[in-house]
T-cell receptor
Framework: KAGVTQTPRYLIKTRGQQVTLSCSPI?????VSWYQQTPGQGLQFLFE???????NKGNFPGRFSGRQFSNSRSEMNVSTLELGDSALYLC???????????FGAGTRLSVL | QQPVQSPQAVILREGEDAVINCSSS?????VHWYRQKHGEAPVFLMI?????EQKGHDKISASFNEKKQQSSLYLTASQLSYSGTYFC???????????FGTGTSLTVIP
């Protein structure tokens, strides 16, 4: 069974640009959660999607948005990038919200 | 509500034991434990469900006290491979909420 796939693995952007990250969950998993991780910080929850609906949202500005498609694949978008958005973005899929979270390898975003 | 972990960091010598605690202010249905090695994604270790059970495999075990909304991860006879950051994740009883804890950095030295 294929694991969680995140693309791209690395991204370099400049301030003001926007970026879209992609996550393909494990087959059969309907829940996809996104996390931001910066050095020394824990896993900061961004949002969770379940069956194409955003079910939970963390405390991030509106520049961060996401969506989920009918095949459970999810995208995360960050508009008007700021230097502070540089981070590792992790996506995790699970069967349900409180199910075991299976993480992708992450997308490392650098904003210059 | 993000659970709080303690300690924030711990350094052990090989063979020593460690306990990592996870505490929530909300009633919990489940507690998960994950380990993240440097440069890698977090990996699931174990899940404990409401009922106060204790689980373990090899030399890593955990307990869940649902009345206190607390969980503890026990690492015995630590090995170098145990190094990493440990996160608890909590599923709340009241609805579809899941949060990761603040993390505990564990370093095992020879």
């Amino acid at each position: 069974k294929a694991g969680v796939t995140q693309t791209p693995r690395y991204l370099i952007k400049t301030r003001g640009q926007q970026v879209t990250l992609s996550c393909s969950p494990i087959s059969g998993h309907r829940s996809v959660s996104w996390y931001q991780q910066t050095p020394g910080q824990g896993l900061q929850f961004l949002f969770e999607y379940f069956s194409e609906t955003q079910r939970n949202k963390g405390n991030f500005p509106g520049r961060f948005s996401g969506r989920q498609f009918s095949n459970s694949r999810s995208e995360m978008n960050v508009s008007t990038l700021e230097l502070g958005d540089s981070a590792l973005y992790l996506c995790a899929s699970s069967f349900g919200t409180s199910g075991i979270q299976y993480f992708g390898a992450g997308t490392r975003l650098s904003v210059l | 509500q993000q659970p709080v972990q303690s300690p924030q960091a711990v350094i052990l010598r090989e063979g020593e034991d460690a306990v990592i605690n996870c505490s929530s202010s909300k009633a919990l249905y489940s507690v998960h434990w994950y380990r993240q090695k440097h440069g890698e994604a977090p990996v699931f270790l174990m899940i404990l469900l409401k009922g106060g059970e204790q689980k373990g495999h090899d030399k890593i075990s955990a307990s869940f006290n649902e009345k206190k909304q607390q969980s503890s991860l026990y690492l015995t006879a630590s090995q170098l491979s145990y190094s990493g950051t440990y996160f608890c994740g909590t599923g709340e009883d009241t609805g579809n909420q899941f949060y990761f804890g603040t993390g505990t950095s564990l370093t095992v030295i020879p």
